[in-house]
């Protein structure tokens, strides 16, 4: 069960750095604070690895066909960086959406890799995003980490190791079989994440998927059902999306013209872009600009 004292601390961190709806940091880089007190739309954003510890209300992330519901208590894993959907579905002001949030640190997590013991086999339910209930232990060493987070000193002293031990039990849970699986070295899991860093270094030329496989290794087919199995989209879907992502906050951010956004994402036709933005966001890119509305994760 998640401490109340947790649960109001953490919102009253991110009221008073006036970020309720948004989060924002804490003192351990890396570690976010996140509280709503409103449902909301939802809209199209991108996940890092990640966890997420839900401590009251809940959220849904869509990845096309599959849809990924967390509440109070559990834990969100989240082990390539993929495009998703997601909405916060349960908050009030009598009670609000609070979660904390934590970066992966693959390098440290590949350190402890020899401490788990074996590997699980790959299986079709296993997913780059994966969700259950965290256990006491979990919950205690976040409660912590937030703890630590407030006390620089404490902070730059005893945070590696809490972060280390949270590394830890990540790789040991239940639903933590994908981040496992992107440890293991030339595995299908670990070859897609190599592949999703090219699409991202390169996402506004024109990339041939018959390269991305061949980097990998892989036949072309098994490439487009490992690749799918991981970020539920295909290569040139998830280059799109980055696309579009880039140009949202280009158009939000730096005030380019929409033929200016388009152009420099990597589009050639600013009708395509309109349509393609169209049918991404809601509302075509030249509302999206005039309104200058943040559409939140």
Known sequence: MVPETLINDVFRHVENAGSLGTGC???????????????TECAASFYEPIMCLVLQGAKEAYMRDRVVRYGAGDALIVSHAVPVEAAVIKASPEAPYAALALR??????????????????????????NVAAS??????AMDRLFRLSKDP???RALAPLVLKEIHFRLLRA????MLRQLLLDGSPASRIS??????????KTNIAVAELASECGMSLS??????KSVTATTPLQYQKDLRLLEARRLLLSNGLSVAAAAYEVGYESPTQFSREFSRKFGLSPITQKLEGRVLLE
């Open 25 to 39: 940091e804490t003192g351990v880089d890396g570690l976010y604070a996140i509280a709503n007190v409103e449902t």
């Open 104 to 129: 992966l640190d693959l390098a440290l997590a590949r350190s402890l890799f020899d401490e788990i013991g074996g590997v699980d086999e790959a299986g079709h339910d296993i997913h780059s995003l």
């Open 135 to 140: 256990d006491a232990a979990l919950i205690d």
């Open 153 to 155: 000193v404490e902070a």
């Open 174 to 177: 239940e639903h933590g079989g």
């Open 194 to 203: 190599k592949t999703i860093a090219i699409i991202r270094n390169n996402f």
């Open 222 to 227: 098994a490439f487009h059902e490992h690749f």
